[in-house]
């Protein structure tokens, strides 16, 4: 196993994996020729890793959702439960019903569904809503309206694996 650059917790498929300080990454594995240029974040959301819950593979979607909700949360919706497992345990429910499987994950097609009904169990209307070919403006639109959303990707590097998506940084040479 490689050593892992600085601000990586740790080192899998060519030294990828585990990014939780992408500018100290950047600097490290390309030897500071990039410069951060603009960075867009939404504040507040919880930084949760699979393996804090239970299985802690395939469960990405779930971990993203409810890192979602618990910002929530702390945003005013006080039904939801303030402790992270106790949302996790609600989303996992819910995934079993549509679909979800330990050895296979969330299909993306039912994501929208799980928060729909997640929002409906603690007492709200919100609305889970699926985009299959974003745009950039559309990454922009959620950031401005500081809407964490998670981000399924289907092909590439991260292909089948979601990520709570809460802002970029895009660095120049």
């Not at 992408?22 to 949760?48: C, F, K, M």
């Not at 549509?98 to 007492?123: C, M, N, S, V």
């Not at 959620?142 to 940084?169: C, D």
């Amino acid at each position: 196993m490689e050593h892992p650059f600085a601000g990586q917790l740790e080192v899998a498929n060519n030294g990828y994996a585990g990014i939780i300080d992408p500018e100290l990454y950047v600097n490290d594995r390309y030897h500071g020729r990039w410069t951060l240029a603009r960075s867009v974040q939404i504040e507040g959301v919880p930084v949760l890793l699979q393996r804090q819950f239970e299985n802690g593979k395939n469960n990405c979607t779930l971990t993203s959702i409810t890192a979602i909700f618990r910002f929530y949360r702390d945003h005013g919706y006080t039904n939801i439960p303030d402790d992270v497992t106790q949302i996790q345990e609600d989303v996992r429910e819910i995934a079993f019903m549509h679909h979800f499987k330990d050895e296979k994950g969330t299909p993306p097609t039912q994501i929208a569904t799980i928060i729909t009904k997640l929002w409906k169990r603690y007492g709200y209307d919100g609305r889970g809503s699926s985009r299959y070919l974003w745009k950039w403006s559309t990454f922009e639109r959620e950031l401005k309206a500081s809407r964490p959303f998670v981000l399924n990707m289907a092909n590439g590097f991260y292909k089948n694996h979601s990520v709570t998506g809460i802002g970029y940084l895009q660095f120049e040479k």
